[in-house]
């Protein structure tokens, strides 16, 4: 009867006593992940930023050819069609017109679709230079320094931009503003860029997300938590924010909830 029971016990225990020890190492494993979350430091490097934030960044422009230019409407056709190479072809057989800023612009938006940089970013120089109150080429430039991560020109540019336009046009030059001086480390600068730029667009939720970062950047966890249940209210099914407040839940140990 003892061997009987032996066997028993064992057989029953077994997979107890292993599952037990599934759940020990797996609570060691997440406590373990958030003390490293934990101890992040305040400034973040940009080159090492969560996936999510590369989602919430995405390169804003303004892509629309100018209505005002001359024998663009074939142009706008062909870049509807994602003929850019043909678009960019007609564009330059206009660009005699060195006149026209709205011509130049259209240019440096087919090179930037190709691929060209530094020649879209020509192009959107040289429209300034006819029109400096040229909005959109202003705003695709400063962006364009932004996912160039060159940051500083990107401030430089932006802070001009801001002056050109009002409603959601400064809305959206104010988010992208906002996280060109967060690259830079000029916190205070971004929070309020942010802020205005959610004030002036209440739906926008870009900015939103910008601002939560911000806030778990430099240890405001609260604040950023705050952010990101606004976002939810505005969006109940957003992954990128439940996301976000399991990463703040990490970062202040709290596993349960993270989980």
Same mark, same amino acid.
């Given at each position: 009867?003892? $061997? =009987?029971?032996?066997?028993?016990?064992?057989?029953?225990?077994?997979?107890?006593?292993?599952?037990?020890?599934?759940?020990?190492?797996?609570?060691?494993?997440? %406590?373990?992940?958030?003390?490293?979350?934990?101890?992040?430091?305040?400034?973040? /490097?940009?080159?090492?930023?969560?996936?999510?934030?590369?989602? &919430?960044?995405?390169? @804003? !422009?303004?892509?629309?050819?100018?209505?005002?230019?001359? /024998?663009?409407?074939?142009?706008? *056709?062909?870049?509807?069609?994602?003929?850019?190479?043909?678009?960019?072809?007609?564009?330059?057989?206009?660009?005699? $017109?060195? &006149?026209?800023?709205?011509?130049? =612009?259209?240019?440096?938006?087919?090179?930037?679709?190709?691929?060209?940089?530094?020649?879209?970013? /020509?192009?959107?120089?040289?429209?300034? %230079?006819?029109?400096?109150?040229?909005?959109?080429?202003?705003? &695709?430039?400063?962006?364009?320094?932004?996912?160039?991560?060159?940051?500083?020109?990107?401030?430089?540019?932006? !802070?001009?931009?801001?002056?050109? +336009?009002?409603?959601?046009?400064?809305?959206?030059?104010?988010?992208?503003?906002?996280?060109?001086?967060?690259?830079?480390?000029?916190?205070? *600068?971004?929070?309020?860029?942010?802020? #205005?730029?959610?004030?002036?667009?209440?739906?926008?939720?870009?900015?939103?997300? #910008?601002?939560?970062?911000?806030? +778990? $950047?430099?240890?405001?966890?609260?604040?950023?938590?705050?952010?990101?249940? !606004?976002?939810?209210?505005? @969006?109940?099914?957003?992954?990128?924010?439940?996301?976000?407040?399991?990463?703040?839940?990490? +970062?202040?140990? @709290?596993? @349960?909830?993270?989980?």
């Amino acid at each position: 009867m003892k $061997d =009987f029971l032996a066997a028993l016990w064992t057989k029953s225990a077994l997979p107890v006593l292993f599952f037990v020890i599934l759940l020990v190492a797996g609570g060691t494993y997440l %406590q373990y992940s958030a003390l490293q979350i934990q101890n992040r430091p305040i400034t973040v /490097n940009v080159n090492s930023r969560t996936a999510v934030e590369t989602i &919430n960044i995405q390169f @804003d !422009e303004i892509d629309t050819i100018p209505e005002s230019s001359s /024998n663009l409407s074939e142009v706008s *056709l062909l870049l509807g069609q994602n003929e850019n190479e043909k678009a960019l072809e007609l564009l330059l057989a206009y660009s005699g $017109d060195t &006149n026209n800023a709205g011509i130049l =612009f259209s240019i440096g938006l087919v090179k930037n679709r190709l691929g060209d940089k530094t020649g879209a970013i /020509n192009s959107y120089k040289k429209a300034l %230079q006819l029109k400096p109150s040229y909005f959109e080429a202003s705003f &695709n430039l400063g962006n364009l320094y932004l996912a160039l991560k060159r940051y500083d020109l990107s401030v430089m540019i932006l !802070e001009k931009t801001v002056a050109l +336009a009002g409603g959601v046009k400064r809305s959206r030059t104010l988010s992208s503003l906002g996280i060109a001086y967060h690259r830079v480390g000029k916190y205070s *600068l971004a929070e309020e860029s942010l802020i #205005e730029s959610v004030n002036l667009d209440p739906s926008s939720l870009k900015p939103r997300f #910008e601002l939560a970062e911000l806030y +778990a $950047d430099t240890g405001r966890m609260v604040d950023a938590e705050d952010i990101y249940n !606004e976002i939810l209210l505005l @969006d109940e099914l957003n992954s990128q924010a439940y996301i976000g407040l399991a990463e703040l839940s990490l +970062a202040t140990g @709290d596993v @349960d909830t993270a989980i």
